[in-house]
Each structure stands twice: as structure tokens, then as C-alpha cells.
């Protein structure tokens, strides 16, 4: 059953993040429940779990999940103001894991199992791998939706994306250090990254430039390391 969760999850991460261009979003916030978007992204998430799973006889499981991440989309669009965005996102993913979660352990509690097989262990890998990606890019940049980065960083040259770029490598780099054991690793990655942006900031003399680039780089590390030890301790179970 952990193995099915997985399959579910990862589902969700790939439609939610990956097979969701930001146009269908902007549409979606536009036109809300009227948006034909809604109803493709919807469609998407149930292919994907249809597709992932590869077994109909969790049909009504997947078509349960769909309905609800319908309603939970089709409220969040209905319910959230420019102001909520933030929070309504984080609310969002949060009711359509539990709605995962819930849902497959009511419909087959009798088969739960917490018990990581190896095949488990792999897709709990790329789960945790692809998350550092570009759904917690995503994630900072609704975080960082607060402020007006734009404007501290307009007079700041440098290559398009790169920031993001960076962003996931390192994040990519602290999940192997810690996942094979070598938290030294992670603390020169810190400084290395330091001392390249020491020079910026202090030619900046920008201290809202500054706070941003810290605020950052702890939540890109805090999120990355948060990751490894789920991982860690999933593993645990094989």
C-alpha cells in the first residue's frame, strides 16, 4: 500500500508542477470555475494516475482522488483573493495529500501496509529528487510573491534563469551530501556560496538585496535538508 501512495503522489507532484504551464494557472485565477484549464488539469491528474498505477481495479480510488482535487481546486479558485494567494496555495497542496492519504485508507485500510520494499524505496527517491526541482522553486517563488524581488534585482545582471538554475543545483548537491553521509559537505557548500555572494552584497550596499539573498538561500538549504531526512528515515522501513 506504501508503494500505491507513492504512485499517487508522485501522480500529483508531476501534474501539479511539471504538466501545469503557468498560462492554464493565470487563466484558472482569471475565470475561475469557468476555465476549461481547470477541467484539463483535472483530466491530466487522472491520466497520470491511471498511467502510473497501471492497475484498473483502483479505479474508484483514482476517480475519487479526481473528484476531490476538482472541488479542492474549484474552491481554492473561488475562495482565494490576491492577498490569500499564499496561504491558499500552501492549503491547497496540504488538502490534496490528506484527500491522497485519507481516501486510499478508507477505500483499502485492509492492505495498509507502512512497510518500504525496495521498488518503494526507488520511487520514493525520485519523488524526493524531483521535488527539489522545480515544484520547490515554485514553492519560493509564491513565498517570495511578498515582496517585489523584480525591483531589487533589476539593475543586477546575469544570465536568464540562473538564479533557478542554481537554485536546484544546490539543492540537488545538499540532498546527495546528506543521503550519503557527508554533512561536512553541505556546511562548504554554504560557505562556498557565501563567499561568491559576499562580493555582490557588499558592492550592492543593498540591505533588502541582502535580506532576500539570505532568506533564500536558508529556505532553498532548509527545504533541501528537510527532504534528505524524510528520505533517510523512509528508508529505514526496508
Given at each position: 500500500?506504501?508503494?500505491?501512495?507513492?504512485?499517487?503522489?508522485?501522480?500529483?507532484?508531476?501534474?501539479?508542477?511539471?504538466?501545469?504551464?503557468?498560462?492554464?494557472?493565470?487563466?484558472?485565477?482569471?475565470?475561475?470555475?469557468?476555465?476549461?484549464?481547470?477541467?484539463?488539469?483535472?483530466?491530466?491528474?487522472?491520466?497520470?494516475?491511471?498511467?502510473?498505477?497501471?492497475?484498473?481495479?483502483?479505479?474508484?480510488?483514482?476517480?475519487?482522488?479526481?473528484?476531490?482535487?476538482?472541488?479542492?481546486?474549484?474552491?481554492?479558485?473561488?475562495?482565494?483573493?490576491?492577498?490569500?494567494?499564499?496561504?491558499?496555495?500552501?492549503?491547497?497542496?496540504?488538502?490534496?495529500?490528506?484527500?491522497?492519504?485519507?481516501?486510499?485508507?478508507?477505500?483499502?485500510?485492509?492492505?495498509?501496509?507502512?512497510?518500504?520494499?525496495?521498488?518503494?524505496?526507488?520511487?520514493?527517491?525520485?519523488?524526493?529528487?524531483?521535488?527539489?526541482?522545480?515544484?520547490?522553486?515554485?514553492v519560493m517563488k509564491?513565498?517570495f510573491s511578498k515582496?517585489?524581488?523584480?525591483?531589487?534585482?533589476?539593475?543586477?545582471?546575469?544570465?536568464?534563469?540562473?538564479?533557478?538554475?542554481?537554485?536546484?543545483?544546490?539543492?540537488?548537491?545538499?540532498?546527495?551530501?546528506?543521503?550519503?553521509?557527508?554533512?561536512?559537505?553541505?556546511?562548504?557548500?554554504?560557505?562556498?556560496?557565501?563567499?561568491?555572494?559576499?562580493?555582490?552584497?557588499?558592492?550592492?550596499?543593498?540591505?533588502?538585496?541582502?535580506?532576500?539573498?539570505?532568506?533564500?538561500?536558508?529556505?532553498?538549504?532548509?527545504?533541501?535538508?528537510?527532504?534528505?531526512?524524510?528520505?533517510?528515515?523512509?528508508i529505514h522501513y526496508?
Amino acid at each position: 500500500m506504501t508503494l500505491l501512495l507513492l504512485k499517487l503522489i508522485l501522480a500529483h507532484l508531476i501534474g501539479d508542477f511539471f504538466l501545469q504551464p503557468e498560462y492554464w494557472v493565470k487563466d484558472k485565477e482569471k475565470k475561475k470555475l469557468k476555465s476549461v484549464w481547470l477541467y484539463v488539469h483535472v483530466a491530466v491528474h487522472l491520466s497520470l494516475m491511471f498511467i502510473i498505477v497501471w492497475d484498473v481495479s483502483y479505479t474508484p480510488l483514482i476517480l475519487g482522488i479526481s473528484l476531490l482535487h476538482l472541488i479542492i481546486d474549484g474552491l481554492k479558485l473561488t475562495l482565494h483573493r490576491k492577498k490569500t494567494k499564499r496561504l491558499f496555495f500552501f492549503i491547497d497542496q496540504l488538502l490534496h495529500i490528506i484527500s491522497i492519504v485519507g481516501l486510499t485508507y478508507i477505500l483499502y485500510s485492509d492492505h495498509f501496509d507502512t512497510t518500504l520494499t525496495l521498488d518503494a524505496n526507488l520511487l520514493a527517491l525520485i519523488i524526493c529528487v524531483s521535488f527539489l526541482t522545480k515544484p520547490t522553486s515554485i514553492v519560493m517563488k509564491i513565498i517570495f510573491s511578498k515582496w517585489n524581488i523584480s525591483k531589487l534585482t533589476k539593475d543586477n545582471e546575469s544570465l536568464k534563469d540562473a538564479g533557478n538554475y542554481i537554485g536546484i543545483l544546490e539543492r540537488l548537491l545538499v540532498f546527495i551530501f546528506i543521503v550519503t553521509g557527508h554533512w561536512e559537505a553541505v556546511g562548504f557548500l554554504i560557505t562556498a556560496k557565501s563567499v561568491f555572494r559576499f562580493g555582490d552584497l557588499t558592492a550592492s550596499k543593498e540591505r533588502k538585496l541582502t535580506e532576500y539573498i539570505l532568506i533564500g538561500t536558508l529556505i532553498s538549504f532548509g527545504i533541501a535538508i528537510l527532504t534528505s531526512l524524510l528520505y533517510l528515515n523512509l528508508i529505514h522501513y526496508v
